[in-house]
């Protein structure tokens, strides 16, 4: 019974941090209609960033941080004006493609500049467990589920009580109604990648910090995606919770799993998920039931 | 549909005739005496880049049929490709079939395999087909890694090449073989565009639901769409096995599979030309990028050899953007406009 709830436990620190990156997917999907494919490897290119101002440039932990999110809103805004605005009006497939393209950029640039094997951050939260009476929590788990639930936190204070958040979430419903009731819809467009690189980053320097900075760290980004389809690609609360449970399913499932097929099924049950998910119930736990029968 | 001056139609066959005009004919001709002639003078290294060339011009011809024919988006043809190339490398390495009985095995089994992982495309469409595809791949390539006792796991798996008449294969032989392949699967890839089967496709692509009303079986028919693009990949695995003779996991990447993708968008969807033009186009770029790599590694010789394979990387994206901004239609549409104006020259209307 102690490893089953400590497998659940791990399993839900880390699904704190895929749910905090699906959060950045269905944030685009959302307000502008394109699932972006980049997003592994904008979790990489975050993990480095950091790791560059940290480490390569020496900084102090607070600068780096600020460092951080000011190249992530950069990134963003780049990425609207000179990517996604010019394929306004095409179809969304192509929107969809040029994802993968930036995904390729990205890549390269990360080969170009950071090469060779992975990194480590110098140790800024204590690797010493932390006990519960059986169970055993290590302390950056710890730390990183609950910056992601501070981010969740501010998300929803975001979006409940700002103007701005109240202007994405009328794009989010209707571009052309949105745009006649006075939002300028192509500044939502901005802020929304904007808003959704942070998001990555965040995930990014997190999920390095547990792991370590190297490209492996884009595979662990792409299970957001059956985050996001557990949870439904339109819902805020079912990326939390597709993001833990897939979290919560992989720590079990390798628990259990691992001793009869040998290993590295934590690899492999995000993706048997998705497909049961996508099979099953293809739009996810609280997303809405649009997909047309054939 | 326009024509050189003096050509007319005079039946519906002749319109949609494979080659339709005498200078059609005599072009085609033309390029495959010069394939079949560039051994004689190009260089090994050269042969090499063709024969991959044609490897993947056959699998991207089967992703083009799924995705620029059928419309449906698949990030798993790296996958399929991987099937193809183990099933036949282990029916050779391990069980002794030649070459010309593994390769129908791979290409079956991957048609089979395809058809699985296309049965999400029931309930599916778009993107979240690209997310089914996209376990497909991870899926396959999983398990190749952990059943080392039939795939080498990751340490890959030595393949007997093919024999014929118990002579070995040159770099030279193993370019026919490609060659004859990659003619032999385009001719099947255009035919293909012009049959019940090929049509169907098209109208799946452009309105499902208009589809089914004509009568067309949309999910027998995307089934098919899966078989035959799987089939294409087996097949190209199959040679690509052959013609390397060692095969690991890493030669399968997913990034692969966007890259293909990227083919058929640079190509133009849903033209057979288009691919050829696409992937001639991408691989010409990344082998000019792979020659220019080691100019730059000596004149900035901090950055080092592996410039070449990030530069190709971000040139690659680059060309993906510029393409879908730019010319969203492709190369053989631009190829169609090009030889159009030719042909009405100097009245250009």
Partial sequence: MATFLQMMLTGVMVGGIYGLMALGIILVYKATGIFNFAHGWFVLIGGFLFWAFLVQLGLPFSVSVLLLLA?????????????????????????????????????????LVWPGPGRRYPEFISSEPMRFGDLMVSQQHLWTFIICLIVFGVFIFFFKYTLLGLSMRATAEDHQLAQ????????VFSVTWIIAVLMTFTGGVLLCSIYQVSPTVTEMGLK????VLFGGLESVPGSIIGGISVGMLEGLGSGYLDPLVGGGMKELIPYIILLLVLVIIPYGLFGQKRIERI | ??????????????????????????????LFILLLTTPLYASQYFLSVLS????IIIAVHGLNILTGYTGQISLGQVGFMAVGAYVSGILGARFGLPFWASLPCAAFSTGVVGLIFGLPSLRLKGFYLAMATLAAHFIILWIIIHAPEFS?????????????????????????????????????????????????????????????????????????????????????????????????????????AIWFLGMIIVGGMGSVLG??????????????????????????????????????????????????????????HRWGLLKTSFRMWPFSY
């Avoid at chain 2, 691989?283 to 394979?309: D, F, N, T, W, Y």
């Fill in chain 2, 152 to 256: 080498g796991g990751v340490d890959g798996l030595i393949i007997p090449r093919l024999q014929i008449a118990g002579l070995g294969m040159t770099e030279r032989s193993l370019y026919y073989v490609n060659l004859i392949f990659v003619a032999g699967m385009t001719y099947f890839a255009r035919n293909l565009a012009r049959t019940r089967l090929g049509r169907s496709f098209v109208a799946i692509r452009d309105n499902d639901l208009a589809a089914e009303v004509m009568g067309i079986d949309v999910f027998r028919y995307k089934l098919t769409a899966f078989f035959i693009s799987a089939v294409f990949a087996g097949v190209a695995g199959s040679l690509w096995a052959n013609y390397l003779g060692l095969i690991t996991p890493e030669q399968f990447p997913l990034m692969d």
């Fill in chain 1, 180 to 187: 006649s009731s006075g939002i300028n819809v192509k500044t």
């Fill in chain 2, 52 to 55: 991959v060339a044609f490897i």
């Fill in chain 1, 71 to 111: 190249s992530g809103c950069l990134l963003g805004l780049l990425i609207e004006r000179l990517i996604m605005r010019p394929l306004i009006g095409q179809p969304v497939l192509s929107a969809i493609m040029a994802t993968l393209g930036l995904a390729q950029i990205l890549a390269g640039i990360q080969t």
């Fill in chain 2, 1 to 30: 549909m326009w024509r050189p001056g003096g050509t007319f139609d005079t039946s519906y066959r002749e319109t949609l005739a494979i080659f339709r005009t005498r200078f059609h004919k005599f072009m085609l001709l033309l």
């Fill in chain 2, 275 to 332: 691919t050829i033009f696409g992937v001639v186009l991408l691989k010409g770029l990344s082998e000019v990028v792979i020659l220019l790599g080691p100019m730059l590694g000596s004149i900035a010789p901090a950055l080092g050899g592996r410039v070449a394979a990030a530069m190709a990387q971000i040139f690659f994206g680059v060309v993906i953007i510029v393409f879908l901004i730019f010319e969203p239609r492709g190369l053989a």
């Fill in chain 1, 224 to 227: 957001a995606f059956p985050a």
